[in-house]
DNA sequence: CGGTATCCATTTGGATACTG
DNA sequence: CAGTATCCAAATGGATACCG
């Protein structure tokens, strides 16, 4: 089908090794799912739920559920009641966090200087 | 709502600065979009829609306004018969290319890392 | 050539109720 | 506490036809 290079993983294909990179921590809410793992450690599941005011829960349990079949994530449960299940990053996704670390503070300056404009253009106005 | 920080930006809300990364560049054409402007320099509409074959034609346009209203993109119209429409990515967008290249070289990875593994779970089985 | 417009299928995500 | 299950709404994406 296609003239470009084709990579098969997981019976899911992908014409650039990057579209492998967005599959697994694009979305709304993995990428700040890993963050939160890599700079703040091991959680609880209510803890990742607190850290993420808007998400529901069985979006968290989903998105955990995917990073973990793809090794990013580490699921620990501890067999007592009430139950407690902890959630940390793998190495593999440990190596990811440069990458987030990247879009964090590109992110950061998109948004000072997008405000900054805004500024210049009330000004102007006056 | 949120107990965390707040951004607000052209009628969106995000808690960290990188869902604003991943708002611009997310999804499933963008980050290839960007990527092949930033290495191939300005292409016309058809030369894009030939390094994307699995997108479909209204898929491009919307992905390209998008990003043209987010100044990522610069679309340059020649007022021709039959039209002529130039794509490149702008300075903004530009800056972009170091993110996009980590995570083309850690999907590389990882791609590979599977494959070595899948290659020793044959080896071991026989 | 570089689009729009329309329709429709699939996917994604949210609200709510219930459970070991 | 950390989930499941169910149902439903919205967003996304693809096929097709048409246009300046």
């Given at each position: 089908?296609?003239?470009?290079?084709?990579?098969q993983?997981?019976?899911?294909?992908?014409?650039?090794?990057?579209?492998?990179?967005?599959?697994?921590?694009?979305?709304?809410?993995?990428?700040?799912?890993?963050?939160?793992?890599?700079?703040?450690?091991?959680?609880?599941?209510?803890?990742?739920?607190?850290?993420?005011?808007?998400?529901?829960?069985?979006?968290?349990?989903?998105?955990?559920?995917?990073l973990?079949?793809?090794?990013?994530?580490?699921?620990?449960?501890?067999?007592?009641?009430?139950?407690?299940?902890?959630?940390?990053?793998?190495?593999?996704?440990?190596?990811?966090?440069?990458?987030?670390?990247?879009?964090?503070?590109?992110?950061?300056?998109?948004?000072?200087?997008?405000?900054?404009?805004?500024?210049?253009?009330?000004?102007?106005?006056?």
């Open positions: 089908m296609s003239s470009n290079c084709n990579l993983l997981k019976n899911k294909n992908y014409t650039c090794t990057f579209e492998i990179t967005i599959d697994l921590i694009g979305g709304k809410w993995k990428p700040v799912i890993i963050w939160h793992l890599g700079t703040k450690g091991t959680l609880r599941f209510n803890e990742l739920k607190k850290l993420l005011p808007h998400i529901t829960q069985k979006m968290l349990t989903q998105q955990l559920r995917e973990e079949a793809d090794n990013l994530v580490l699921r620990k449960v501890y067999p007592q009641v009430p139950p407690k299940v902890e959630y940390s990053l793998t190495d593999l996704g440990h190596t990811l966090m440069p990458i987030l670390s990247m879009m964090c503070s590109w992110g950061d300056d998109y948004y000072k200087q997008l405000k900054a404009d805004l500024q210049q253009t009330m000004a102007e106005s006056e």
